[in-house]
Structures are given as structure tokens and as C-alpha cells.
């Protein structure tokens, strides 16, 4: 018999919230990725979730990545989801299938110098701070139609839409109205017909709020601690 982890219940119980929050808002659950957020967590760990044919991880540390891609063979899919330096570029180039974290057109121009010198294209989200926190990497939502327009002429980066990390709440229905705006965001940029961008991906939805995230819209949620319990040592976000 083999024994069921907790990582293992963990991820049933996210993925019924993940089909009950589509089924109250008209979903299909097929439009909802869930990414398994194992930053700091040990390769047994990831294992344990790949399991339960979880192929979707997070990890917000290039090295950190790096470190793990090198002790797991199978093809995961492997996500970016923190601040990136861009000397830390090469550990992400070519080696994740979409990177959440892009805050500025500086970081998308070297995204895109390191793709062409790799000859393959790069498919990235735009970060917004969507409830303007001054602690908080990402866009300010004035700044993005500009942005969006510079990034969109960079032929090795294709924009796929826009990520978000929510302010810190007890409440997550205090975060509705911020997904809300994430959402119409997005279909803002999409009704302006830039070429080169169709946005059809919404990062956003943590732990914490990731239900309330996809009633409003969320096609990729991001949840560390509610599968894997716990982070024993700090990341930095
Ligand atoms: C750590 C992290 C998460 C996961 O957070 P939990 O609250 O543990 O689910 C999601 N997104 C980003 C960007 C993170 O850094």
C-alpha cells in the first residue's frame, strides 16, 4: 500500500476549491492552470506533487532553479514567478515555459537580447502593482499601454498577458476588486489591436486568495503554501 502525503491531500483539496470557484463563476476548469509554488521546498518535495501529475512549478530564484532543473530529469514545466536580475538570465532563458515576473522594458529588452543570442522566442507576463504598494515590484497600470507597445516590436518575446501579486489580506474578498482590475486590464490592452499582442493568460491567486482569483478571471494560479505547507527558510520575493 502506499501511503497518501499531506502534499498529496493538499493538492486534491486545491484542485475541488480550483473546480468549485469555476463552477460559481461559469468556468471551465480547463482554462485554470494551477502552478505548485515550490520555492525553498527540498526535490522530494516536487516529487511528492508530480505524483499527482502536477507538471506546473514555480520557483522564484534563478539558482534555486537551476540547483533543482539539475537533480529532476523529468520535462516539468517550470515557471518564473520572482524579481530577476538580468545576470541571472541565463539560468531562465530557454529553461522555463513562461516567466511572470517581467517589471520593467529594461528586463523585457535583455529577456529579448538573450533569447535572439539563443534563437528562440520567450513567452513572459507583464507584472503589474495593481493596488500600488510601494513595497511591491511591477507596472504601474498607467505605465503598461506604453510598455506593452515597446515590448511588442521585440521579435524574440511573445507577451502573454499580465501577473499580479495581491496585497497581504486576512480577508481575501478585500482583493476582489484588485483581480477585478487586473481582468479588465487585460481586455483593455487587447480591445487597443497592437500588433504582436493578444493577451489570454492572467497570473494571479496565491494561498490566500487564489479562489476569489479565478472567479475573476485568473487563468494561472500560483499556490505555494497551501500545497506544500509552511516555507521553513525565507525566499526573497
Ligand atoms: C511565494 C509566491 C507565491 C506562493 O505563495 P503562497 O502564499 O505560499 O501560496 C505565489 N506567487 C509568488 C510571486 C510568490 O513569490
Known sequence: MTEISSIQTAIADVRNRIDAACKRSGRNPDEVTLIAVSKTMPVEAIREAMVCDVIEFGENRPQELRDKQAMITEPLHWHMIGSLQTNKLKYVIGKTVLIHSVDSLHLAEE??????????????????N????????????????????AVAVLPHIKVRGLMTVAPYTENAEENRIYFRKMKQLMVDINLKNIDNITMDMLSMGMTGDYEIAIEEGATLVRVGTGIFGHRFYPSKE
Request: aromatic content about 0%; overall charge negative; glycine content about 6%.
Open 130 to 149: 495593481i493596488a500600488g504598494e510601494t513595497s511591491k515590484h511591477g507596472i504601474n497600470p498607467e505605465e503598461l499601454e506604453n510598455i506593452v507597445r
Open 111 to 128: 529577456i529579448e537580447k538573450a533569447s535572439q543570442k539563443n534563437k528562440l522566442i520567450t513567452e513572459i507576463l507583464l507584472e503589474i
